[in-house]
């Protein structure tokens, strides 16, 4: 063990405010909300309808976009608990893995970031050694395999060896996925309403979204069911994210209506929420996007890109009569920030 694994390293910035949503607490990591606009088709661009965009790329100069949102609810958990050092993981590439290390280094954290997809070379103890002489985030391969106990067995015992060294550890889980986090896109989809009900007064939102761990879905659908305007979800998956999505968002839809429950709040039936909910499946197609849908993606590799699929979908499927359709644009990015990279949600 390096001498130094024992110094406790960066305390929080004294600045940090934690605010409440409801029972809740938040970290506020934006100043604002994402606007709601009406995309432009040009002349060519054939779209089924009137098309609105949630351009989530307005939340943060950096990587990640809407993972910023889940992300503010647990960084307040992480400060509230005096953590020194934030423990999370997610696949290569994540946005997540990108906005932890940012805005714990901005909170005065020290992070380990724990990319799940090739083999691991590292021990847990040296990993808190090189911890302890670094001031920048510990990038790290886990273990790869089918079982999550084995990986959670690598987190455990980094987490264990952590606290051995006087550090105090906080575990964000995989992907910032849990149903706390979760309530970051219920507070989105509450946003949405309010700002669909003054762009399209009179119709019903139907929100289309990417889905990959299927939290920003169950979110949304919750969020939605709880506001004026209602509305529903279309989650249009990647090609290789497999099956049982529906499992997937209906058990994010379970933990938080409990979460909800639980605190109080109000919250609405499961099966309400899930009522708002469609997976299906993405077009068949390799024409191109309009120009006025692919721009709103700027900086995004489109052709190998997750959010692509829902952007496909959202042009090429009919839009209900009373309905109004929604993009969301979950790695579109600010002007001024970095291209966005490619994570799942």
């Known amino acids: 063990m390096s001498s130094g694994a024992s110094d406790p390293g960066p305390r929080p910035a004294a600045a940090t405010t934690i605010v409440a949503w409801g029972a809740f607490r938040r970290l506020p990591l934006t100043a604002a909300e994402s606007p709601l606009v009406l995309v432009p088709a040009t002349v060519g661009d054939a779209l089924p309808g009137p098309l609105l965009a949630k351009l989530e790329g307005a939340l943060s100069t950096s990587h990640g976009a809407s993972k910023v949102r889940a992300l503010e609810f647990e960084l307040a958990r992480a400060v509230e608990s005096r953590a020194d050092v934030v423990v999370t993981a997610g696949p290569p590439g994540s946005n997540h893995l990108v906005l932890a290390g940012r805005h714990?280094?901005?909170?005065?954290?020290?992070?380990?970031?724990?990319?799940?997809?090739?083999p691991s070379s590292s021990d847990p103890s040296a990993v808190v050694s090189r911890l302890a002489a670094s001031t920048a985030a510990i990038e790290l391969d886990a273990t790869t395999t089918e079982s999550l106990r084995i990986g959670g067995m690598f987190v455990g015992e980094i987490m264990r060896r952590l606290t051995l060294a006087g550090r105090r550890p906080f575990f964000i889980p995989f992907g910032c996925g849990s149903a706390v986090a979760t309530l970051g896109y219920v507070r989105a989809g509450r946003e949405l309403s309010r700002q669909f009900e003054l762009a399209a007064p009179g119709l019903i939102p139907e929100v289309v979204v990417p889905v990959g761990t299927g939290a920003l879905a169950a979110g949304l659908a919750v969020g939605l069911a709880t506001s004026p305007t209602r509305?529903?979800?279309?989650?249009?998956?990647?090609?290789?994210?497999?099956?049982?999505?529906?499992?997937?968002?209906?058990?994010?839809?379970?933990?938080?209506?409990?979460?909800?429950?639980?605190?109080?709040?109000?919250?609405?039936?499961?099966?309400?929420a899930m009522s708002r909910v469609a997976i299906v499946d993405a077009p068949a197609t390799d024409r191109p996007l309009p120009r006025c849908v692919a721009g709103l993606f700027d900086g995004v590799d489109l052709a190998t890109s997750y959010v692509e699929p829902a952007a496909r979908w959202s042009i090429d499927a009919p839009i209900g009569k009373g309905r109004g359709r929604v993009l969301w644009c979950s790695v579109s990015r600010h002007p001024d920030a970095a291209p966005a990279s490619d994570a799942m949600h």
């Open 104 to 118: 714990a280094a901005e909170l005065g954290l020290r992070a380990i970031l724990i990319r799940r997809g090739r």
């Open 231 to 272: 509305g529903s979800v279309v989650g249009v998956p990647a090609p290789a994210m497999g099956e049982r999505l529906s499992d997937r968002v209906a058990s994010h839809v379970s933990g938080l209506i409990s979460l909800l429950r639980r605190s109080g709040a109000t919250a609405p039936r499961v099966g309400d």
